[in-house]
């Protein structure tokens, strides 16, 4: 089974609108962390935004927040006010598991989801 | 700002060939890993690496890959005979340990190209 699920292969919006990816993850660990990640068309893996498993409240970065379900296991990036600069591809990804009890910090992606702000 | 980087940033060879990827990561990090893209498919996790000793490695990661931390600041992919299917974009990444976010940050890819 697909430890994370991305179900859009690719989405558009319109600039200056807000855009939802969408991630499932499944991991019976209790301790997870939640990460999402843009890849644009230059290739690199740029950070955006951490939720882990027993944050009380959805992490915020700027114009990226994540809407945390934990019962849902769901862990949806919105972007706020889309700019052109943000097209590229975004991946959900999940670290299972507390650091240092047998834990590698491996990450485990999803498939992606490409996303173009259209003008 | 500290950042993980690798060389070359694209490598072609022929099949059969030995590569070696190369990768300096964050130099206060303490967990070094290598994941690999083929070309416009998901991310997928190959080897982690800490304590100059190989913690977890994927069914990808078969004997014709290794690892090494030669010097405490370059860490080394190596392939040792490619195959076409070897071909893919190759990240390094890093992780400090502690409390907090703890997110790997990654280089910026070498992009493989076995001919």
């Known amino acids: 089974a697909q430890k994370i699920t991305q179900t859009q292969p690719g989405m558009f919006v319109q600039e200056k609108e807000a855009v939802t990816l969408d991630c499932t993850y499944d991991?019976?660990?209790?301790?997870?962390?939640l990460f999402w990640y843009k890849q644009p068309s230059s290739g690199e893996m740029i950070f955006l935004i951490y939720?882990?498993?027993?944050d009380q409240q959805n992490a915020t970065e700027g114009r990226y927040s994540l809407n945390f379900q934990k019962a849902r296991k769901s862990a949806n990036l919105v972007i706020s006010a889309s700019q052109l600069g943000d097209s590229a591809m975004y991946f959900c990804?999940?670290?299972?598991?507390?650091w240092g009890s047998g834990n590698t910090g491996k990450l485990i992606f999803g498939q992606g989801t490409t996303l173009q702000v259209k003008p | 700002e500290p950042e993980v980087t690798q060389t070359p940033s694209h490598q072609v060879t022929q099949m059969g060939q030995e590569v070696i990827l190369r990768c300096v990561p964050i130099?206060?990090?303490?967990?070094f890993y290598w994941y690999r893209q083929i070309l416009g498919q998901k991310v997928e996790f190959l080897v982690s690496?800490?304590?100059?000793?190989?913690?977890?490695k994927s069914e990808i990661f078969d004997d014709q890959f290794s690892v090494e931390r030669p010097d405490g600041s370059n860490f080394t992919l190596k392939i040792r005979s490619t195959k076409l299917e070897d071909s893919a974009m190759y990240f390094c990444?890093?992780?400090?340990?502690?409390?907090?976010?703890?997110?790997?940050?990654f280089g910026q890819g070498t992009r493989l190209t076995v001919v």
């Open positions: 130099s206060n990090h303490l967990y």
């Open positions: 939720q882990g498993s027993y």
């Open positions: 990804a999940m670290r299972e598991g507390r």
């Open positions: 690496f800490y304590n100059n000793e190989i913690s977890e």
């Open positions: 990444a890093s992780s400090a340990r502690g409390t907090g976010v703890v997110e790997a940050f």
């Open positions: 991991t019976s660990d209790p301790s997870y962390g």
